[in-house]
């Protein structure tokens, strides 16, 4: 019977394993992008923020979602109202204002602003080249974030130059992700 739990353990934490995100620093995604170019996903959360951690929970733990990132981007978590110092495109940004006795909203990152994010989650991707693609926000399904994740990994949103041709993406878009 023991032996029975330990392989069932071992299965269930090695299947955990494999639904995870392989996070990176700006500055790691930036450096690897040298390497072996690829885009970036960035999340850009905050600690209070209710739907950012249910897109922890519900989306990036989803295995097709985590399998896809890793497999087509570098993978950024970014704290929107943090304190880490970022070096990103050959400047630094900070949180000057950052109240670290705050367990709610914080003042807005630098890093933040210079990508305009206004809401919370919002995921920002990138090119191959650390330029920026476009912010997505709000809380985003599996099935949700497919589209934006397969759309920019294609590129095939540089296709898209009127509101008909996205109307016209979504409606012949088919997720393939599972719950």
């Excluded at 299947?15 to 700006?26: D, G, V």
């Excluded at 996903?41 to 739907?51: L, M, Q, R, S």
């Excluded at 897109?55 to 990036?60: H, P, R």
């Excluded at 997505?136 to 589209?147: A, F, H, V």
Aim: overall charge neutral.
């Amino acid at each position: 019977m023991k032996k029975i739990i330990v392989f069932a353990l071992t299965i269930f934490s090695l299947s955990a394993t494999a639904q995870e995100i392989k996070w990176m620093t700006f500055e790691e995604a930036v450096a690897a992008q040298k390497v072996t170019p690829k885009k970036i996903f960035v999340d850009a959360y905050t600690i209070w923020c209710g739907p950012c951690k249910m897109l922890d929970k519900n989306t990036f733990s989803n295995k097709d979602v985590a399998d896809y990132v890793n497999e087509n981007y570098y993978a950024v978590k970014f704290n929107a109202e943090g304190n880490e110092t970022v070096n990103f495109k050959g400047v630094t940004y900070t949180n000057p204002n950052f109240k670290p006795e705050s367990t709610g909203r914080n003042s807005s990152h630098e890093l933040s602003q210079y990508f305009g994010i206004r809401a919370y989650p919002t995921i920002i991707f990138l090119d191959e080249k650390a330029g920026l693609i476009a912010p997505i926000p709000g809380y985003k399904t599996p099935q949700q974030l497919e589209l934006y994740l397969k759309l920019f990994k294609t590129d095939d949103h540089k296709k898209i130059t009127e509101q008909n041709d996205w109307e016209n993406y979504q409606a012949n878009f088919t997720p393939e992700f599972k719950d």
